[in-house]
């Protein structure tokens, strides 16, 4: 059988597409189900990008049998050897629970770093950088807080259902960001939902990063369209494989010549707000 062009993409794409093991080095409880855990690749991986992801995988283990997708968090050091890095994470099934046992020297297979991150260059223009994050959506906004700190007005707007999903603010904190905090319970910061202070915030010259449910990411999106900003949008979609070839995690995008779907894993996960069909 002859493989067609399209065919031919999704060989060379996963011919790229390597597992490496990743040994855990610590994993430590934060809050309730919040964890955080470093990892450090046996070999050398491709270089980390902000808003890049991992496949993690349980070697040895028919169950759970596909990896889970985690954002990059943190990168604590990249050589010609391995990579160390974070991963925060929340329990919320098999997998993650899986996750919350593992112990130092335990060993999960890592195939990353995945997908199109936050576009870093499209933020040099802008006076304001507003992050906007979800419950465990705050993880891959770390990187740009970093680098966007002391050089950009920067504020975080991070909102969770209770006052234990406002986790890992130490860490926003000690970059000396401007932080406002939201829950839906009122137990932390104002009650409501993290997007009631977003159109205040926004000033002409803003740009929008946000990580979140995907009903956050839709109030993000129409607040910011509605002042003119056309935000990032960080999706989470459920993924079997991680780099573009089961075709599971597709959301409807809209280009020049009509709406196509596109794989939140490879073309994403970050998306303007602008190009999605909700
Ligand atoms: C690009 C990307 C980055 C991510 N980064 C992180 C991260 O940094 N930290 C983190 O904690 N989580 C992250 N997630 C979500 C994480 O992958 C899922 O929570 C995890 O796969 C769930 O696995 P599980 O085996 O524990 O749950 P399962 O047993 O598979 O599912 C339990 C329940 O959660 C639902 N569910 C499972 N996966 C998802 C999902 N992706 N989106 C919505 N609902 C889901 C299921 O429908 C089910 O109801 C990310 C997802 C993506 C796509
Ligand atoms: S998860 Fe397989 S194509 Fe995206």
Same mark, same amino acid.
């Given at each position: 059988?002859?493989?067609?062009?399209?065919?031919?993409?999704?060989?060379?794409?996963?011919?790229?597409?390597?597992?490496?093991?990743?040994?855990?080095?610590?994993?430590?409880?934060?809050?309730?189900?919040?964890?955080?855990?470093?990892?450090?690749?046996?070999?050398?991986?491709?270089?980390m990008?902000?808003?890049?992801?991992?496949?993690?995988?349980?070697?040895?283990?028919?169950?759970?049998?596909l990896?889970?997708?985690?954002?990059?968090?943190?990168?604590?050091?990249?050589?010609?050897?391995?990579?160390?890095?974070?991963?925060?994470?929340?329990?919320?099934?098999?997998g993650?629970?899986?996750?919350?046992?593992?112990?130092?020297?335990?060993?999960?297979?890592?195939?990353?770093?995945l997908g199109?991150?936050?576009?870093?260059?499209?933020?040099?223009?802008?006076?304001?950088?507003?992050?906007? #994050?979800?419950?465990? +959506? /705050?993880? $891959?906004?770390?990187?740009?807080?970093?680098?966007? *700190?002391?050089?950009?007005? %920067?504020? &975080?707007?991070?909102?969770?259902?209770?006052?234990?999903?406002?986790?890992?603010?130490?860490?926003?904190?000690?970059?000396?960001?401007?932080?406002?905090?939201?829950?839906?319970?009122?137990?932390?910061?104002?009650?409501?939902?993290?997007?009631?202070?977003?159109?205040?915030?926004?000033?002409?010259?803003?740009?929008?990063?946000?990580?979140?449910?995907?009903?956050?990411?839709?109030?993000?999106?129409?607040? #910011?369209?509605?002042? +003119? /900003?056309? $935000?990032?949008?960080?999706?989470?979609?459920?993924? *079997?494989?991680?780099?573009? %070839?089961? &075709?599971?995690?597709?959301?409807?995008?809209?280009?020049?010549?009509?709406?196509?779907?596109?794989?939140?894993?490879?073309?994403?996960?970050?998306?303007?707000?602008?190009?999605v069909?909700?």
């Amino acid at each position: 059988m002859f493989a067609t062009n399209k065919d031919s993409v999704i060989i060379q794409s996963m011919n790229k597409i390597e597992s490496v093991k990743a040994h855990v080095n610590e994993n430590r409880q934060i809050k309730d189900n919040y964890y955080l855990l470093e990892l450090e690749t046996e070999a050398p991986i491709p270089k980390m990008f902000p808003g890049a992801f991992v496949m993690l995988s349980f070697p040895g283990r028919l169950d759970p049998l596909l990896p889970r997708p985690m954002g990059l968090f943190q990168v604590l050091e990249e050589s010609g050897k391995s990579c160390r890095f974070n991963i925060g994470y929340v329990v919320i099934g098999k997998g993650t629970r899986l996750m919350s046992e593992l112990t130092k020297g335990n060993v999960l297979g890592c195939v990353g770093p995945l997908g199109n991150g936050w576009k870093m260059d499209l933020l040099n223009s802008a006076e304001k950088v507003i992050l906007v #994050a979800g419950g465990i +959506g /705050i993880t $891959p906004l770390y990187i740009p807080a970093m680098e966007l *700190a002391g050089k950009k007005d %920067v504020t &975080l707007l991070f909102g969770g259902a209770g006052a234990n999903d406002l986790v890992f603010t130490d860490k926003f904190e000690k970059l000396g960001i401007d932080i406002k905090l939201y829950t839906e319970d009122g137990s932390q910061g104002s009650k409501g939902f993290v997007t009631k202070g977003l159109a205040d915030e926004i000033t002409d010259n803003s740009a929008i990063l946000a990580c979140g449910p995907e009903g956050m990411l839709r109030a993000v999106s129409d607040i #910011a369209l509605q002042k +003119g /900003i056309d $935000p990032q949008l960080s999706f989470d979609k459920r993924m *079997a494989c991680g780099f573009g %070839v089961c &075709l599971g995690c597709n959301i409807a995008i809209k280009e020049e010549d009509g709406v196509y779907q596109r794989r939140v894993c490879k073309e994403g996960p970050v998306f303007f707000g602008g190009e999605v069909v909700w």
